[in-house]
C-alpha cells in the first residue's frame, strides 16, 4: 500500500503540501535508471559537468525570494534569514565545482625509467544523498554537486519536513542541461530508503542527520550484500571558550548569532559556553541582553528573528531540559512571558540563557537542537579545554580570544573537526567539513571531499 508524506507547517500547524511515498519497486527501479545514465554522464568532459552546475547554481539563486518563502513555511526559518541558505548553497557549490580540476587531477608518484606511472580518480558510480530539515539545500549541495561535477549520479532524499526542496534542485539541474537520470529525487519511507542503500548499484550513502540515523545507516548498508561506502554527519554539542583577553563586545554578538540562528536548529550551533571568570559576569550580561532583543513571531513576517522550531515536539524536548536544569539549581536569565509569541503547548519557544548550570545537566550533554544554551565560569584555558572535551560529540568549537597563538594552542587540544577563533556557526567550503566521535566519519567540503565520492585507479604502463 503505497504511502503519503505529508509536511506540517511549524508556522499554523497546516499541512503545507503532500506527495505519495515511492514504493520498494519503484525506488529500486530509479536506482537502476542512474547506473545506466551515470556510464555515459562520467564520460562528459570536465569543463562540460562544471558548466552544466554552474549553470544550475545561476537558476537556483534566481529564486531566492521564493525559496526563504518556502523554507519558512516548511521549516519555520524567518524570511528575512532565508537567503542566507541560497548564499551559502552558491558559495559551497561555486568553490566545488572550481576545486574540481585539482582534486580529480592525476596523481604522478614520480619518474622511473621505462615506466608511465599515475593514479586517477574514477566516479564511485550512484550516490545515495539523505538530508534533514533544518538547512535542506545547504546539506545537500555538500555531497550532491561535488559527486555530479566528478561524474556521479546522485538519487537525493530530503526529509518529510523540507520535501519540496529536493524538487527544486531536481528542477534546476534538468533546466540547466543535466542528462536525465544523472540526479533524481525519491520520497521514501525508512524501509525503503534501506532497500536502496542495499542496492548494490549504490557505491556512497551520503547521511546528515541524528546519530541515531547514521547508526541505521550503518547497519542498513552493513547488512547489503555489496561493499558501499558511508560519509556521515552527525550530532553537535559545539562548545564556545570566551578567554580573558576576548572582545567582549564580538563575542557576546557572535554566540548569540551562533546560539539562537535557525532558533538553534543546526548541528552546528554552540550549545555551551564557558567563560573564564574575569570576564563572566560582564559576558553574562551581555548575552542576555543580546537575547532579549530576539523578535520571536511567524517567520513571514519580515521583522521576525526567531521563527518557532520545526515543531512542537522539538520544543517540548528542550522545555524539558531547561525544566530539569532548573530542578537541579541553574537559573534562567530570560522571562519567557517577554516573548508574547512563547506557546507552551506548541513550536514558538522563547530562547533561555542558562547560568550555574554543569555537567550533570541534560542540557550541557545531550543535542538540545532548539534556542538555548548554558554558560558556565571556568578559571583556566585548561579547565575549559577539559570541559570543552567532556562530550560524546566533536563538531566544531570556538575561541573567542585576540590571542592567535592561544587560538591555535587550545585548537590542538580539542577532539573536535573545526576549530574557529572569534567566530562560529560557518562552513568555509574551501576546508574540510568533518566531525569526530559521535559527530559522524567522513568529510565533505574542499578538495579532500571529492575523495569519498571518487575512487583511485592505478595505471602502470611498461614502455620497454
Not at 34 to 51: G, S, T
Not at 406 to 411: D, P, Q, T, V
Request: glycine share 8%; proline share 5%.
Amino acid at each position: 500500500m503505497t504511502g503519503t508524506l505529508r509536511i506540517v507547517s511549524p508556522v499554523d500547524g497546516s499541512v503545507y503540501a503532500e506527495r505519495t511515498l515511492a514504493e520498494r519497486a519503484e525506488a529500486l527501479a530509479v536506482v537502476r535508471y542512474a547506473a545506466e545514465a551515470q556510464r555515459e554522464w562520467r564520460k562528459a568532459p570536465l569543463a562540460e559537468r562544471q558548466r552544466i552546475l554552474s549553470a544550475a547554481v545561476d537558476r537556483f539563486i534566481a529564486q531566492r525570494g521564493a525559496i526563504a518563502e518556502e523554507l519558512a513555511w516548511q521549516m519555520g526559518r524567518p524570511v528575512r534569514q532565508g537567503g542566507g541558505e541560497v548564499d551559502g548553497f552558491e558559495e559551497r557549490a561555486r568553490q566545488m565545482i572550481e576545486a574540481a580540476p585539482r582534486a580529480l587531477a592525476d596523481i604522478d608518484p614520480g619518474a622511473k625509467p621505462g615506466l608511465r606511472r599515475y593514479i586517477r580518480r574514477e566516479p564511485v558510480g550512484v550516490v545515495f544523498t539523505l538530508v534533514p530539515w533544518n538547512f535542506p539545500y545547504l546539506t545537500a549541495v555538500n555531497s550532491a554537486w561535488p559527486a555530479l561535477v566528478a561524474g556521479n549520479a546522485v538519487i537525493l532524499k530530503h526529509a518529510q519536513q523540507t520535501a519540496l526542496c529536493a524538487e527544486r534542485l531536481a528542477r534546476v539541474l534538468a533546466e540547466a542541461g543535466l542528462p536525465e537520470g544523472v540526479f533524481q529525487t525519491l520520497h521514501l519511507s525508512h524501509t525503503t530508503a534501506a532497500a536502496v542503500m542495499q542496492h548494490e548499484a549504490v557505491r556512497l550513502v551520503c547521511f546528515t542527520g541524528s546519530v541515531r540515523g547514521g547508526r541505521a545507516v550503518q547497519r542498513a548498508v552493513a547488512a547489503s550484500a555489496g561493499f558501499a561506502g558511508t560519509g556521515l554527519e552527525l550530532g553537535g554539542k559545539d562548545p564556545a571558550y570566551v578567554r580573558a583577553d576576548a572582545d567582549l563586545t564580538r563575542a557576546v554578538a557572535g554566540i548569540a548569532e551562533g546560539a539562537f540562528f535557525n532558533a538553534g536548529q543546526s548541528c552546528c550551533s554552540l550549545e555551551r559556553v564557558y567563560v573564564h571568570e574575569s570576564v563572566y559576569d560582564r559576558f553574562v550580561a551581555g548575552l542576555a541582553a543580546e537575547v532579549q532583543r530576539l523578535v520571536l513571531g511567524n517567520p513571514l513576517d519580515p521583522a521576525t528573528t526567531l521563527g518557532p522550531v520545526v515543531r512542537p515536539a522539538a520544543a517540548a524536548l528542550v522545555r524539558a531540559q531547561i525544566a530539569a536544569a532548573v530542578h537541579s539549581g541553574a537559573r534562567t536569565l530570560i522571562d519567557s512571558n517577554s516573548f508574547p509569541a512563547d506557546d507552551p503547548a506548541g513550536a514558538y519557544l522563547a530562547p533561555q540563557v542558562l547560568i550555574d548550570v554543569d555537567h550533570s545537566m541534560r542540557v550541557m550533554t545531550e543535542e538540545s537542537f532548539g534556542p538555548v544554551v548554558g554558560v558556565m565560569r571556568v578559571r583556566s584555558d585548561a579547565e575549559a579545554v577539559r570541559l570543552m572535551n567532556d562530550s560524546e560529540f566533536g563538531l566544531s568549537a570556538s575561541i573567542w580570544t585576540r590571542d592567535v597563538a592561544a587560538a591555535e594552542r587550545i585548537g590542538e587540544q580539542l577532539e573536535t573537526g573545526t576549530v574557529f577563533m572569534n567566530r562560529c556557526d560557518y562552513l568555509d567550503p574551501a576546508l574540510a567539513w568533518t566531525g569526530v566521535k559521535h559527530s559522524g566519519r567522513g568529510c565533505t567540503l574542499s578538495v579532500l571531499g571529492y575523495e569519498s565520492l571518487t575512487r583511485p585507479k592505478s595505471f602502470h604502463l611498461q614502455l620497454k
